[in-house]
């Protein structure tokens, strides 16, 4: 068996040049933020699509199918992906992958997903619950009961929403 062994070379994140890191609600621990970032540039609060027609359109692909694996879409298109950003082990102290080219944005991204769906953060990663929102969040509630980005926001919303509801059947 032979084992490869990459030097990654510190290269400046391209991804940062469309991505805002640290906007609230739901901040993620790095490196989980990048991802988090990266799916909420599809604002659905807004309707404004943050990714403009200079970012290459597979970053846009990857965003779109971890959104849907992130909703339990399934992960067919991330592997189709996979196939085409190919990720290799880098040996160290903490094992873990990294992309084939320092460059390789996507593949980057889904070595991120790896990572967390080993280690259980992804499963911390969540939409809001408001149909209207849709916005990705980091559920830090020690039990992952969370379902709105903002309690103060989509939650206040949510929660008048079916009371009024339950009004209207009484």
Same mark, same amino acid.
Not at 33 to 45: I, K, P, Y
Not at 107 to 127: H, N
Not at 137 to 155: I, K, L, T, V
């Given at each position: 068996?032979?084992?490869?062994?990459?030097?990654?070379?510190?290269?400046?994140?391209?991804?940062?040049?469309?991505?805002?890191?640290?906007?609230?609600?739901?901040?993620?621990?790095?490196?989980?933020?990048?991802?988090?970032?990266?799916?909420?540039?599809?604002?659905?609060?807004?309707?404004?699509?943050?990714?403009?027609?200079?970012?290459?359109?597979?970053?846009?692909?990857? @965003?779109?199918?971890?959104?849907?694996?992130?909703?339990?879409?399934?992960?067919?298109?991330?592997?189709?992906?996979?196939?085409?950003?190919?990720?290799? =082990?880098?040996?160290?102290?903490?094992?873990?992958?990294?992309?084939?080219?320092?460059?390789?944005? =996507?593949?980057?991204?889904?070595?991120?997903?790896?990572?967390?769906?080993?280690?259980?953060?992804?499963?911390?990663?969540?939409?809001?619950?408001?149909?209207?929102?849709?916005?990705?969040?980091?559920?830090?509630?020690?039990?992952?009961?969370?379902?709105?980005?903002?309690?103060?926001?989509?939650?206040?919303?949510?929660?008048? @929403?079916?009371?009024?509801?339950?009004?209207?059947?009484?």
């Amino acid at each position: 068996m032979t084992t490869i062994l990459v030097l990654v070379p510190a290269v400046k994140d391209p991804l940062l040049a469309w991505i805002s890191l640290g906007d609230e609600p739901g901040v993620a621990p790095a490196p989980l933020e990048r991802v988090r970032a990266l799916l909420n540039t599809d604002d659905r609060f807004h309707g404004i699509e943050h990714l403009g027609p200079e970012v290459p359109r597979e970053v846009v692909g990857v @965003r779109d199918a971890l959104r849907a694996h992130l909703l339990d879409e399934g992960p067919a298109e991330l592997d189709a992906l996979a196939t085409s950003h190919p990720v290799v =082990v880098a040996l160290g102290a903490e094992p873990r992958l990294v992309p084939l080219s320092a460059t390789d944005v =996507v593949a980057g991204l889904l070595a991120e997903v790896y990572e967390a769906q080993r280690d259980g953060s992804w499963q911390r990663l969540k939409a809001c619950a408001n149909p209207d929102c849709q916005w990705i969040y980091y559920d830090a509630s020690r039990n992952r009961s969370g379902r709105w980005c903002s309690m103060g926001e989509c939650g206040d919303v949510m929660k008048a @929403r079916a009371y009024r509801e339950r009004g209207r059947r009484a």
